[in-house]
């Protein structure tokens, strides 16, 4: 018996009709067997500003219910924003989802539970997963019997690309280095999670937001050492915009899903409450942005109030994987477009727009030098309509 898990990148809902998220795309969710998301921000009505925070992403608890309407089963809390408004907002944030009917993972009241797998069944299939956030303000994360998130840090190091050579201003190497502890816990759960499920999925919340398609060092490392520990599945989200896909040892790491429902609302008078200018960003200014060699602004976008993100974040979709008891059968993804009600709606593979976004996605893949090819589905994949299926080249189906 084969189950089909969803999963997408950054939800959250902050606005004044919570019931108007999801309003199309909840209809496609609801048909997965496991939906997953990474909720980027928090849900609550007392809370406290983190002292490290920046502008808050808050929002009341009732925004909540419309997640587990929508359809989600499992929620990651390891990002960024997750301590935005304090621990005791976290925590009840927490506890409110799990109410709902959502299991929650990567966050919570002690390291040790911070660091516990959200397990879900499924016609007798135990389907386990774990989050982590790379990206956060310091103070963030869990230590011992403080809340808060479950890390993979790591250090960030400037060299010059030549030791040999004086050569002042000369564009550096970056290296990164995975703090130890942080990688012996990932290994530790993972292998924890395997022995008691019969699926492990990784998510992992990092990677740059403001370049179009990189694909770090570090991530390319935290992925495969999750799959070597016994992971089936990574999940990679936080930059905002679609990363590639990869196989390694078999098993799909999707790099960065983007977002997906995430309202961002009242951007410039947040930043100015922290004494930053945000000016409007204009259509010519994105047109004029080079994928490859530029960085990409934050900021409002006319006609998109709650997405002040480059037009590139309009493309999105959810990523499908197939799973029995033997592991992965099939890997695909169903291409969507965020309108202007910040609702993602779902395009044919072959529509004028299904065909925008999977050539983005192509692209993020060729330029990062991941070997992927999408194909039209296989009638025995168990892929839904509206997909494409993703092989490592060289892969026949």
């Not at 050569?167 to 012996?184: F, G, H, K, M, S």
């Not at 590639?244 to 961002?264: K, M, Q, S």
């Not at 934050?298 to 979709?317: A, N, V, W």
Request: glycine share 10%.
């Amino acid at each position: 018996m084969a189950i089909s898990l969803f999963a997408v990148g950054d939800v959250f809902i902050d606005r004044g009709d919570p019931q108007g998220a999801f309003r199309t795309s909840g209809e496609f969710l609801r048909t997965g067997d496991v939906v997953f998301g990474n909720c980027e921000g928090v849900f609550s009505d007392e809370w406290d500003r983190a002292p490290t925070s920046g502008p808050p992403v808050v929002a009341p608890n009732v925004n909540a219910r419309r997640l587990a309407e929508a359809g989600f089963h499992v929620l990651s809390m390891a990002n960024n924003h997750i301590v935005d408004g304090g621990h005791r907002a976290m925590l009840s944030a927490r506890t409110m989802l799990n109410g709902l009917g959502i299991r929650t993972a990567g966050a919570g009241p002690t390291y040790r539970e911070a660091h516990a797998p959200a397990i879900v069944e499924r016609d007798g299939m135990r389907v386990a997963f774990l989050a982590y956030s790379s990206v956060f303000p310091r103070g963030y994360e869990a230590r011992g019997l403080v809340p808060g998130l479950a890390a993979v840090r790591a250090h960030t190091h400037y060299v010059a690309p030549d030791p040999n050579y004086w050569d002042p201003a000369v564009q550096p190497q970056i290296r990164t280095e995975t703090l130890p502890e942080d990688a012996d816990a990932l290994v530790r759960d993972v292998e924890a999670a395997r022995r008691d499920a019969d699926i492990v999925a990784v998510s992992v919340h990092w990677g740059d937001m403001f370049r179009a398609f990189v694909v770090g060092a570090h991530e390319r490392r935290i992925a495969r050492l999750a799959i070597d520990a016994g992971a089936d599945l990574v999940l990679g989200h936080h930059q905002h915009m679609l990363r590639g896909v990869d196989f390694y040892r078999g098993r799909p790491i999707f790099y960065g899903l983007g977002h997906y429902v995430f309202d961002l609302p009242d951007l410039p008078r947040r930043m100015a409450e922290d004494g930053v200018d945000l000016p409007q960003v204009r259509p010519e200014d994105d047109v004029t942005l080079h994928r490859y060699r530029d960085t990409y602004e934050l900021g409002p976008r006319e006609g998109y109030p709650l997405l002040p993100f480059h037009p590139d974040g309009r493309l999105t979709g959810v990523a499908v994987v197939r799973v029995d008891r033997s592991g992965i059968t099939a890997v695909g993804f169903c291409p969507a477009v965020i309108n202007a009600d910040n609702d993602p709606i779902q395009v044919a593979p072959d529509s004028e727009d299904g065909k925008r976004v999977l050539a983005y996605l192509q692209e993020a893949c060729t330029s990062e030098k991941l070997p992927v090819r999408f194909v039209t589905p296989t009638p025995d994949a168990g892929l839904p309509v509206g997909s494409v299926q993703i092989l490592p080249t060289g892969a026949t189906v």
